[in-house]
């Protein structure tokens, strides 16, 4: 794992985590687009360009009282990273906490993410990324 894969999927979380959506939105490409997570109840859901995936993280985010993504393992090449995400969601209605273990692919081009998909089954994203575990 190159430590610019690392660095970039810390920095990512971080911002989500915080809120600052801003800044996490900074770490992708004009051009970004994020795919919804297969197996997900977004599975075909397809946002192109910062505008897009920023108001789509800002919906997301808005629907839990708190959001945090912790990676668990990150697993890159030159050009894409897997993270196995711990996503804790808390409910606004309620104390329901509810944890799901996820995975997402990124495709980086010049230290940006141009693309994202998220995934249900972690060795799923690792086949599609064409990567071994």
Same mark, same amino acid.
């Given at each position: 794992?190159?430590?610019?894969?690392?660095?970039?999927?810390?920095?990512?979380?971080?911002?989500?985590?915080?809120?600052?959506?801003?800044?996490?939105?900074?770490?992708?490409?004009?051009?970004?687009?994020?795919?919804?997570?297969?197996?997900?109840?977004?599975?075909?859901?397809?946002?192109?360009?910062?505008?897009?995936?920023?108001?789509?993280?800002?919906?997301?985010? @808005? /629907?839990?009282? #708190?959001?945090?993504?912790?990676? %668990?393992?990150?697993?890159?090449?030159? $050009? =894409?990273?897997? *993270?196995?995400?711990? @996503? /804790?969601?808390? #409910?606004?209605?309620?104390?329901? %906490?509810?944890?799901?273990?996820?995975? $997402? =692919?990124?495709? *980086?081009?010049?230290?940006?993410?141009?693309?994202?998909?998220?995934?249900?089954?972690?060795?799923?994203?690792?086949?599609? $990324?064409?990567?071994?575990?």
């Amino acid at each position: 794992m190159s430590a610019t894969a690392e660095e970039l999927i810390t920095e990512l979380s971080a911002a989500l985590n915080s809120g600052d959506l801003d800044r996490a939105v900074g770490l992708t490409h004009p051009d970004v687009v994020q795919y919804g997570t297969v197996g997900g109840m977004d599975q075909d859901l397809v946002l192109r360009g910062q505008a897009a995936v920023l108001d789509y993280w800002d919906d997301v985010g @808005e /629907t839990w009282a #708190s959001l945090t993504y912790e990676p %668990e393992r990150i697993i890159s090449s030159d $050009a =894409v990273i897997v *993270v196995f995400w711990r @996503e /804790t969601a808390r #409910s606004s209605r309620s104390d329901l %906490e509810v944890e799901t273990q996820t995975a $997402a =692919v990124f495709k *980086v081009r010049d230290r940006k993410i141009v693309e994202i998909r998220g995934y249900m089954d972690r060795e799923e994203a690792i086949r599609a $990324a064409g990567l071994e575990s």
